[in-house]
């Protein structure tokens, strides 16, 4: 084995995901985003129909949601932009955190693999996995408008919003590398959700201010076109890159220091 041992430690990585349900628990999840979408759909679809079940007919009426493609690629485009956020964040507190709440941190630290290699693994885990997540929920956006033959389907709008959903899961992964110092530091699970909450309220502030553009958290939203009056330009994804490679430096120097397999 190699001193740096990037393969090995991702292959061991892989494995305790693949042994896990939570993969399969966060696919299951991603399914209820197109579903909902599926159900305001079919309620929104007729009006008589949607006063007939009362108040979730309200509420449906109430989402501004048209039924047709242009309606159920601006829900997902908003569900890419927001809910991925706390998925990713999920995910990142989980590959972390469960070190310390498993008390397997400190096997880590006695095998022949670099520190750096082990974070590195966890974070090219991270970032497929919500690769895999995003375009799943891709995948399923459009099946649901293909099997409700929706009108208004138009294949320029479907590829531009299909990127936009991308374009927002990927500045969500780096946006999210912090998360995994937070864990990793806090030795937990509690602090980096509750930290992944409070950027999400900060991203909506942003979103409000006309500032979503800076702000690294509300960056996806403004890559998948959620307010078409702002935009990300180079200077937005040189803020988001950045942001991520702070976090996986930090990540990294802690792990590096004294306290990590304690």
Same mark, same amino acid.
Do not use: N
């Given at each position: 084995?190699?001193?740096?041992?990037i393969?090995?430690?991702? +292959?061991?990585?892989?494995?305790?995901a693949?042994? +896990?349900?939570?993969p399969?628990?966060?696919?299951?999840?991603?399914?209820?985003?197109?579903?909902?979408a599926a *159900?305001?759909?079919?309620?929104v679809?007729?009006?008589q129909?949607?006063?007939d /079940?009362? !108040?979730?007919?309200?509420?449906a009426q109430?989402?501004?949601?048209?039924?047709?493609?242009?309606? *159920?690629l601006?829900?997902a485009?908003?569900v890419?932009?927001?809910?991925s956020? *706390?998925?990713?964040s999920?995910?990142?507190?989980? !590959?972390?955190?469960?070190?310390?709440?498993?008390?397997t941190a400190?096997?880590?630290?006695?095998?022949?693999v670099s520190?750096?290699?082990?974070?590195?693994a966890?974070?090219?885990?991270?970032a497929?996995w919500a690769?895999?997540?995003?375009a799943w929920?891709?995948?399923l956006?459009?099946?649901v408008g293909? /099997?409700?033959?929706?009108?208004g389907?138009s294949?320029? $709008?479907?590829?531009?919003?299909?990127?936009g959903?991308?374009q927002?899961?990927?500045?969500?992964?780096l946006? !999210?590398?912090?998360?995994?110092?937070?864990?990793?530091?806090?030795?937990g699970y509690l %602090?980096?959700?509750?930290?992944?909450?409070g950027l999400l309220a /900060? %991203?909506?502030? $942003?979103?409000?201010?006309?500032?979503a553009?800076y702000?690294?958290?509300?960056i996806?939203?403004v890559?998948?076109g959620?307010?078409?009056s702002?935009?990300?330009?180079?200077?937005?994804? /040189?803020v988001v890159?950045?942001?991520?490679?702070?976090?996986v430096?930090?990540?990294?120097q802690?792990?590096?220091?004294?306290?990590a397999?304690?």
């Open positions: 084995m190699t001193d740096t041992g393969g090995a430690a991702l +292959s061991a990585e892989v494995l305790k693949r042994r +896990s349900r939570v399969l628990i966060t696919f299951l999840v991603v399914v209820l985003f197109p579903a909902a *159900l305001f759909l079919f309620i679809a007729d009006p129909r949607a006063r /079940l009362g !108040i979730l007919g309200q509420k109430l989402s501004g949601m048209t039924a047709d493609w242009p309606g *159920l601006t829900f485009t908003q890419a932009a927001v809910a956020l *706390l998925l990713q999920f995910l990142a507190t989980w !590959i972390f955190g469960r070190e310390f709440v498993d008390r400190h096997m880590l630290m006695a095998i022949p520190r750096a290699a082990v974070v590195a966890k974070y090219l885990l991270y497929g690769t895999l997540l995003g929920l891709t995948t956006t459009l099946g293909l /099997l409700m033959a929706l009108p389907w294949a320029a $709008a479907t590829a531009s919003s299909a990127f959903m991308m927002a899961t990927l500045a969500t992964v946006a !999210i590398t912090p998360i995994g110092y937070v864990a990793s530091r806090t030795r %602090a980096p959700l509750g930290c992944a909450l /900060l %991203a909506q502030i $942003a979103v409000i201010l006309g500032w553009a702000v690294p958290w509300a996806p939203a890559a998948a959620v307010d078409p702002q935009s990300a330009g180079g200077l937005s994804w /040189l890159v950045a942001t991520g490679l702070l976090g430096w930090a990540t990294t802690w792990w590096r220091g004294p306290d397999g304690l």
